[in-house]
């Protein structure tokens, strides 16, 4: 039964991560970081050309956008965060008892938290695009 409400703990973080926390306004700048810069030389000079400062806005921008987009990804840090809600609620560590390493059982269970938010989203899409009226 803890499995099923770490599982469901992960989903709901998860869940608002994608559709809350992503339209915080200093994310959706992170999101936004250097494009107007990019999209500015563009036009000037007819071709790409990137500065080192742009580069590093544009790698910002593509980890904070992939990041909170992908329910795989977003469920994956959901699951070591909810592996250790539960441990501090519960006491005990999912997965495994004492005597095996730490990081196999948060690194495992976060694994199988982001499979399980991606299945859920992914259901949760479906039957939106293919709901009956």
């Not at 039964?1 to 959706?28: D, E, N, T, W």
């Not at 790409?48 to 795989?72: E, H, I, Q």
């Not at 005990?92 to 199988?112: D, F, K, R, Y």
Request: charged share 20%; aromatic share 12%.
């Amino acid at each position: 039964m803890i499995y099923l409400l770490a599982l469901l703990l992960a989903y709901g973080l998860c869940f608002g991560a994608l559709q809350k926390v992503a339209m915080l306004p200093p994310l959706i700048k992170l999101r936004t970081l250097g494009q107007e810069i990019e999209e500015r030389e563009v036009v000037e000079k007819g071709e790409v050309v990137a500065t080192s400062d742009s580069k590093v806005k544009a790698a910002v921008r593509w980890l904070f956008d992939g990041l909170f987009t992908c329910p795989y990804c977003v469920g994956f840090h959901c699951g070591w965060m909810s592996w250790l809600l539960i441990r501090e609620a519960e006491g005990t560590q999912l997965l495994w008892t004492e005597g095996h390493p730490v990081l196999l059982s948060v690194l495992a269970w976060s694994l199988i938290s982001a499979g399980f938010c991606y299945v859920v989203d992914m259901l949760a899409m479906y039957l939106e695009k293919n709901a009956v009226e």
